[in-house]
């Protein structure tokens, strides 16, 4: 399984920005989709995640500024950036909970990162 993203890049104080997460490989069941973030010298931290149902939940610091997407037939999940200020500035990975088979467990796959940069 692969995780591909795209978008990010650097944006003014009160912008917007989205990044895309794209699945591919092998999978009987896509899962749970989301975001983590993780800026220089802090822990990772979450962002926001997607049921296959199209159930959502933010973290506390974006919950009303980010919107979380997912269109299950491309096994594409989109995180939309509003309102952007300084401290959101991380490196943004995407994951997935995969089910391989019919016989396995679910297991968490991760995106390479993208970089957003928010910043005048």
């Known amino acids: 399984v692969q995780l591909v993203e795209s978008g990010g890049g650097l944006v003014q104080p009160g912008g917007s920005l989205s990044v895309s997460c794209a699945a591919s490989?092998?999978?009987?069941?896509?899962?749970?989709m989301g975001w983590f973030r993780q800026a220089p010298g802090k822990e990772r931290e979450f962002v926001a995640s997607?049921?296959?149902?199209?159930?959502?939940k933010l973290g506390a610091s974006v919950e009303g500024r980010f919107d979380i997407s997912r269109h299950n037939g491309k096994n594409e999940a989109y995180l939309r950036m509003g309102r952007l200020q300084p401290e959101d500035t991380a490196v943004y990975y995407c994951?997935?909970?995969?089910?391989?088979?019919?016989?396995?467990?679910?297991?968490?796959?991760w995106g390479q990162g993208t970089q957003v940069t928010v910043s005048s």
């Open positions: 994951y997935a909970d995969v089910v391989a088979t019919m016989f396995s467990e679910r297991e968490k796959h």
């Open positions: 490989g092998s999978m009987f069941s896509l899962r749970d």
């Open positions: 997607i049921t296959a149902g199209g159930r959502t």
